[in-house]
């Protein structure tokens, strides 16, 4: 059994050589979309498919160094309330990808949402996260505005 440190009770001492095994709380960083401004939290809009182009339901953040895990936000923009499809993947230096989410939740107007965290894959570097808002699927969905971000933690 430990012994009391000088000044403090045995409890004291056991409290806080508990305290030094607790695990930190992780640092996260926000991760800079690709093609953005350098704001950190995109806004966009659940636009139309197109038979010729390409779509805006695609929006990668940049992973400029490795990271213990992720986690995406989303939340709603809009007034109205609606169900759309909700994808996000981590993309990888070989090109290969791993989706994380796949849901089709219903939002609130303002209501925000955290998916994660998503544990880095060992022995993989991974090179973006990409966030995909929307689909062919709901039509009722088109126009509803929305924010994103993603952030990375050590």
């Known amino acids: 059994m430990p012994s009391a ?13 508990g305290m030094a095994a607790l695990p930190a709380q ?32 695609n929006t990668d953040f940049i992973v400029d160094r490795d990271y213990r895990s992720y986690r995406f ?12 499809p909700i994808a996000g993947f981590m993309i990888f230096t ?3 990808n791993l ?3 796949n849901e089709t939740p219903t939002f609130e ?3 925000g949402r955290e998916f ?9 570097r991974t090179r973006l ?17 929305y924010r994103i971000s993603v952030q990375g933690c050590e």
């Open 5 to 17: 440190l000088p000044g403090t009770s045995l409890l004291a001492t056991l409290l806080l050589a």
């Open 26 to 57: 992780a640092e996260c960083r926000f991760l800079i979309p690709l093609g953005g401004s350098g704001d950190p939290v995109v806004s966009k809009q659940i636009g139309p498919d197109r038979a010729l182009g390409r779509t805006n339901w």
């Open 73 to 84: 936000f989303f939340t709603s923009a809009s007034s109205e309330r609606a169900t759309f």
């Open 94 to 96: 070989d090109g290969a």
């Open 99 to 101: 989706q994380v989410i």
């Open 109 to 111: 107007p303002g209501e």
């Open 116 to 124: 994660g965290p998503f544990p880095a894959v060992p022995g993989r």
């Open 129 to 145: 996260m990409n966030f995909k808002v929307g689909s062919r699927s709901r039509p009722a969905a088109l126009g509803f505005s």
